[in-house]
């Protein structure tokens, strides 16, 4: 096979097709199908319902495919017969995209005819959960959208966040966390994203916030003041330290006497916390009083 030919197949020149351990190397041995199976692109279209409509920019992913070709194949499901196509006597096999749509969508670009492909046996239901999971496992996933398919994966078989995380393999702990960003407005996680506020920490701390409004006035004092991530957990923290910190009671007045000699000290306690110069004369006033009436009675 000539090296342009073999591009045009999707195939390395001089290289073994190889891929590293993945979700992937998992699914091929449980179908027990071959990796490297080549399908025309023709007959292969996007899942509708994929989670993720931004695949990000192709243009690395692009130039590895025209140098080395496609080293990881996607994985693929046989469309309904309904959905088959048919030409002269024969039907067209179509097949939906599970998993590697940015890898077809660069095949395309790159100007490929065949791609590596996994076909799986798997209902549409199975086919949403093994497109979420893939996701999730990218590196480049945003926190938003890593909590987006938390919560997908959990309301499609109704996982507890326990069952998530070990669906996914993160800790429970984590997917708690991704959760939480989803108290922010889509509008506010736009905005965070483009002041460069992406950390999960960072986030985390204007979610803790729970009120928009309280959110927004974060966001823009950071974009304001330019903060820093962990000037943002600061002023997070002190934001909710302050509306969780009850207004103190005044503490009552308390008139505290003792005689130049020491012989003796008097404490009067009031119920209010303020007490003038006239309200404490009455009151020594009412004292004098009862002491001279029980000395008269005595």
């Known amino acids: 096979m000539s090296e342009a030919a073999a591009s045009k197949r999707g195939l390395p020149i001089r290289v073994k097709m190889r891929h590293g351990t993945h979700f992937v190397d998992e699914l091929s041995r449980r179908n027990e199908a071959p990796v490297g199976k080549l399908l025309p692109l023709s007959s292969i279209e996007p899942n509708a319902s994929q989670p993720r409509n931004d695949v990000g920019d192709l243009s690395d992913l692009i130039s590895s495919i025209r140098e080395k070709g496609v080293l990881e194949p996607i994985l693929v499901r046989l469309r309904s017969t309904a959905g088959l196509s048919v030409v002269g006597e024969s039907a067209v096999r179509r097949f939906e995209i599970v998993a590697g749509e940015r890898r077809f969508r660069a095949a395309l670009a790159a100007g490929l005819f065949e791609i590596p492909a996994i076909e799986l046996d798997v209902s549409a239901e199975e086919a949403l959960e093994i497109t979420l999971i893939e996701n999730l496992q990218r590196k480049d996933l945003n926190a938003f959208e890593e909590a987006e398919g938390f919560r997908a994966l959990g309301d499609l ?99 505290r006497f003792r005689s130049p000699d020491r012989s003796f000290q008097l404490q009067v306690n009031f119920r209010q916390a303020t007490v003038d110069r006239t309200d404490l004369i009455r009151a020594l006033e009412q004292i004098l009083a009862q002491v001279r009436s029980s000395s008269d009675s005595a």
């Open 157 to 255: 078989h109704q996982f507890t966040q326990e069952e998530i995380a070990r669906a996914t393999g993160r800790s429970r702990s984590s997917v708690a966390e991704s959760l939480t960003l989803l108290g922010i407005p889509p509008a506010l996680r736009e905005r965070a994203l483009d002041l460069g506020i992406s950390a999960k920490s960072a986030l985390l701390e204007i979610a803790k916030l729970g009120e928009p409004r309280r959110m927004a006035t974060l966001l823009d004092k950071a974009a304001r003041e330019g903060l820093s991530r962990d000037e943002l957990r600061r002023e997070g923290r002190s934001s909710s330290a302050g509306k969780a910190r009850k207004p103190r009671r005044p503490k009552p007045y308390v008139f």
